[in-house]
């Protein structure tokens, strides 16, 4: 510190200019001379001089910049308002009063004037360092908070730059630290997620991709839209009598109850068994038998107090060809309303079936025709469709693996090889078994050599019941065949077997003209004549 303050404006007198107030040096630092004249020396009745003010902790302190107004009298303007330096700056001195402020001319104040009292003993000063000099520049000002200048200036870079170092030191070991509890929990996570995927296909409620709902509707002329129309017009017979069983299929004739299907299906009834007709919609009802024909292998039954009941449409199976498609309708192995469809493989198949008896009674002659359209055992009696859901066959046999051709087909099941009579021939038998009980055969009125292995139909030496082979007054008589001749075609049909040729005749009606193709005695000729009639008994 320099020397004391200047006592106030009541000790010094008038116009004498005040002294600084007592500045405090910041802590640590050598006190200078004493702050402030005791009451003793300034005189009774003389005003306490300015409180000492603190300057913050380890900042030099300075000289005050300005005298209060108060102090310097008036008139007299105020000084410059104290700046503090930067934490860490040296103050510089405080500059001189100008000479505004102690009036022109007017010399300092000595210590031994002040108040014509004899003033204390002046403390020496210690001698200025090389660090006491005022650092010259902006800042050498009057600054009542500046320090002595023995305090040199604080020094922390390096500690800052220590702690800049540990803080960043501490932030990557928190992002390191932080990196490793993030991939430690989304790997856990995920494991976790994959074993749920692994063991239950999914974390939620299994969802697959499908088809929005669509119009049941089809094209009339496909095997749904041809099924949709016939189903309701077929019907499951279930027959029993006589310790045999069966199932087979039939569909509505007319809406009288009259249902067409095959004689094998209905034979285990006999007279007194049981026949229980069930409808595409579940309803049942009994039937009865109205007619049957072995040789044809049909019959009609009836059911009553039905109704409702939709025909089902025939068509023509003279239209038919090789190649056209078609659809079957069944109860294959009591499965009701199966659905199968193929193609017509070939017509005027010639097929015998039956024959279980053992005298013939049973066995049937079809002109039929085949389609790959799968057939089992139950299909025997269910209609064969045209591409326009029209009846064109009742299905009735199959040839079975083991090289059988059997209504049922042994219970093998279909090989594609199934057959069925023509709609043709199934009406007008069936007409007259509603009509009449019974239907009529077609016959030529000769008897044929069925174990004949040549080509062709030969007509047999003499008759089966003793008679002669070719009927008195019979259509071949009036033709003109004998005993031994050999017919070979039909319509121009070839002929190959005795078989072949009833099945030939048998496709048509009584009283239809037929033109055969005869060989005798190396000659071949050829005769016409007209169909006459059998009950079938």
Known sequence: MGAPPAAPEAVAGPGTPP???????????????????????????????????????????????????????????????AVTPAHGVPMSASPAVPEAVAGPGTPPAAPEAVAGRVAPPAVPEPAPGPQDTPAAGPWARYDPWAAP???????????????????????RRALVGGALVIALVSGVGGGVVGVQLERNGGIGAVELPQAGVEAPDRDPDSVAGIAAQALPSVVTLHVSGGGKAGTGTGFVLDDRGHILTNDHVVEPAGKNG????????????????????????????????VRGLTPLPLGN???????????????????????????????????????????????????????????????SGGPLLDGKGRVVGINSAIRSADGGLDPEGGQSGSIGLGFAIPINQGKRVAE???????????????????????????????????????????????????????????????????????????????????????ERNGEERTVSLVLGSSDGD
Do not use: C, W
């Open 19 to 81: 002294a600084a107030p007592a500045v405090t040096p910041a802590h640590g630092v050598p006190m200078g001379a004493s702050p402030a004249v005791p009451e003793a020396v300034a005189g009774l009745g003389s005003p306490p001089a300015a409180p000492a003010v603190t300057p913050a902790h380890g900042v030099p302190m300075g000289v005050p910049s300005a005298v209060p107004e108060a102090v310097a009298g008036p008139g007299t303007p105020p000084a410059a308002p």
């Open 149 to 171: 200048a023995a305090v040199a200036p604080l020094q922390q870079a390096d500690p800052v730059e220590e702690d800049v170092k540990r803080r960043r030191g501490r932030r």
């Open 274 to 305: 049981d026949i229980t007709v069930t409808f595409h919609s579940g309803d049942t009802a009994e039937a009865t038998v109205v007619g049957r024909d072995s040789g044809y292998d049909l019959a009609v039954v009836r059911v009553k107090g």
């Open 317 to 379: 199976s003279d239209n038919v060809q090789v190649g056209d498609p078609v659809v079957a309708i069944g109860a294959p192995f009591d499965l009701a309303g199966t659905v199968t469809s193929g193609i017509i493989s070939a017509r005027e198949r010639p097929i015998t079936a039956g024959g279980e008896n053992g005298d013939g009674s049973d066995v049937s002659y079809v002109d039929a025709l085949q389609t790959d359209a799968p057939i089992n055992p139950g299909n």
């Open 432 to 518: 007259e078994l509603i009509e009449h009980g019974k239907a009529t055969h077609p016959v030529i009125g000769i008897t044929l050599d069925m174990e004949y292995g040549g080509d062709g139909a030969r007509v047999a030496a003499e008759g089966s019941d003793g008679g002669p082979p070719v009927s008195t007054g019979g259509p071949g008589a009036r033709a003109g065949i004998r005993p031994g001749d050999v017919i070979t075609k039909v319509d121009g049909r070839p002929v190959h077997s005795g078989e072949e040729l009833i099945v030939k005749t048998r496709a048509h009606r009584p009283g239809d003209r037929l033109e055969l193709t005869l």
